[in-house]
């Protein structure tokens, strides 16, 4: 499992995320986002493309994470 300074490490807050993820999705990338649960500290990543959401659900534990207070961040494809 990944420490808890680690997965803070891995995540960045969320309106930094989603304003550099938009000019990125304007100039042609694909964006997949990506969050850290915060009750069991696996990493997810959302299977909808450019599209950031406020919560994610867990698929390791069901635990729902409110992005927003706890960050994410991304993974481009050009």
Do not use: W
């Amino acid at each position: 499992m990944v420490s808890k300074r680690k997965m803070n490490e891995l995540n960045h807050p969320f309106y930094e995320v989603a304003e550099k993820a938009t000019e990125l999705v304007n100039n042609g990338a694909t964006v997949y986002f990506k969050f850290t649960c915060q009750k069991c500290g696996s990493r997810q990543t959302f299977d909808v493309p450019n599209t950031l959401f406020k919560e994610g659900t867990c698929e390791e534990c069901g635990a729902t994470t409110n992005l927003e207070k706890t960050g994410c961040n991304y993974v481009l494809i050009v």
